[in-house]
């Protein structure tokens, strides 16, 4: 019996070691919703030799924008990237949390000044990788839910 | 520290030396701010007050350093008198105030509104409030009250007592006083704590502040006591709120228990954390802290705008 049951792509990306259970947050950063034209396949929970669990995504006839990479690297920093041409892999890389987050994130601080209509981009300062902690540059205040607040 | 030309906007983007250093300029700009000498300074310079929120101490404490050291301010009366209400924003109002001015000073009710003014500001700003956010120069008067009467500020003992959760001056100074190397005891109600974020900060300064419940307890051997205002929207039981303003005020009977030298701060207004007796005793040091509002502004002014 195969373990996966999920076809090579053609060209395309495949996200591995995603932190499981953040698979559909990274289906949304992606903006794949009703409206697809290629095949995408979704993997939740599958054994991985890093850590117990992953998940794992294959999206075909696209590859990532670096705005793209940067929010995933905040919801699944150890995730790789994986771009396929004509059945394998052209580049590969894992994500890196990025030392500050531009206008990738929204403060979750109602009386923050960035929620109001300012001409301004949010920036957020990450005061540390592992675990994962950013700290609003306006308000100062820590973000306590980043995958809930990902712009 | 160069501060010519620099914003202010929260306590942290200043190190122990830069803190210092404010002090010491307070304490030489102490009798200009008393009347008892003359200095003009600041003639010809102009700051511009954005206060989009009320306040007493720290707008009339900034008119009165500016004019003390011969410089003008231009401020708005209210925001509602201003394009503000048709819908400006804050960005635009400030590159407008900027080109009338040398200097901003701005209170705001949201978080972070000062960090974004500087940002569109080419003259210096200074935050005088931002929400629950920073009030950078309510901090440095606190420590320069504390610093001036007590000559140090490294190793003495502070207890900072009352609302810790929702009081912005008590987490600036919590931070403050950790980088300065004071040693800090907490008292406040369950409901009412410090923060956690703001006891990690002082932690990783390397200080562990103590948590006391008892009033009587914490001032026992205490070189400063900072005491600030229970709110009773805080409260939605009126019955509860009465019960822990009770027992966290500050009389006579209690301080019997304290040191002599002991010094009573507050950032006012107070209601009843401090019963009036206590004004008559040499504990009580708010109103010569309300005071210092003034020298420590003029340090800051003359030491941005390089005069």
């Known amino acids: 019996m195969k373990e996966l049951k999920v076809t090579p792509i053609k060209n395309g990306t495949v996200i591995d070691h995603i932190t499981t259970g953040m698979a559909l947050k990274v289906l949304k950063i992606l903006g794949i919703g009703e409206n697809i034209a290629s095949t995408v396949s979704v993997v939740i929970h599958v054994p991985s030799a890093k850590k117990s669990w992953k998940d794992i995504l294959k999206v075909e006839d696209r590859e990532l924008s670096p705005r793209e990479v940067d929010k995933i ?27 500050v987050a531009r206008a990738i994130l929204q403060c979750a601080n109602p009386s923050c000044i960035t929620n109001s209509d300012e001409p301004l981009e ?23 839910d980043i995958a809930s607040n990902l712009l | 520290m160069d501060f010519r030309g620099t914003d202010l906007i929260s306590i942290a983007d200043l190190s122990k030396e830069a803190i210092y250093e404010v002090l010491d300029v307070a304490r ?74 040398d200097i901003l000073v701005l209170r705001h009710p949201q978080e972070g509104a000062a960090r974004l003014a500087a940002e569109f500001s080419e003259k210096p700003v200074i ?73 990690d900060l002082v932690r990783e300064l390397g200080r562990e502040p103590k948590q006391v419940e008892d009033p009587r307890e914490a001032i026992k051997d205490a070189d400063v006591l900072y005491v600030t205002r229970i709110q009773k929207e805080r409260f939605p039981d009126p019955q509860e709120y009465l019960k822990v303003a009770g027992s966290y005020r500050i009389d006579l009977p209690l301080l019997r228990d304290g040191r002599k030298d002991l010094i ?36 800051l002014l003359s030491l941005i705008l390089g005069a």
């Open chain 1, 73 to 99: 690297a905040l919801i699944a920093p150890d995730a790789t990237i994986n771009i396929i041409r004509n059945y394998s892999v052209a580049e590969k890389y894992r994500v890196q949390v990025p030392d």
């Open chain 1, 122 to 144: 949010t920036e957020f300062l990450v005061k540390s990788k592992d675990p994962l902690r950013v700290r609003c540059k306006y308000c100062e205040r820590e973000l306590e």
């Open chain 2, 28 to 101: 030489e700009m102490t009798p200009i701010a008393r009347g008892e000498m003359m200095d003009e300074r600041l003639k010809g310079k102009v700051l511009a007050t954005l206060f989009f929120e009320p306040s007493t101490r720290t707008r009339l404490s900034f008119e009165s350093a500016t004019q003390r050291l011969g410089g003008r301010v231009l401020s708005f009366g209210m925001p509602e008198a201003t394009s503000i209400t048709k819908g400006e924003t804050l960005a635009d109002t400030v590159r407008m105030v900027e080109a009338y001015s």
């Open chain 2, 127 to 199: 935050n005088a409030g931002d929400g629950a956010g920073q009030h950078p120069t309510q901090t440095l008067l606190d420590l320069f009250t504390i610093w001036d009467e007590k000559e140090v500020i490294e190793g003495i003992r502070v207890v900072l007592l009352g609302d810790l959760k929702y009081g912005r001056t008590v987490h600036s100074l919590a931070y403050a006083l950790a980088l300065l190397g004071a040693e800090l005891t907490l008292v406040a109600p369950p409901t009412l704590q410090m923060p956690r974020e703001i006891v």
């Open chain 2, 264 to 299: 009573i701060m507050h950032p006012l207004p107070r209601v009843k954390e401090i019963a009036p007796e206590v004004d008559r005793t040499p504990h009580a040091l708010y109103f010569r802290q309300a005071f210092n509002g003034v020298p420590v502004r003029m340090a």
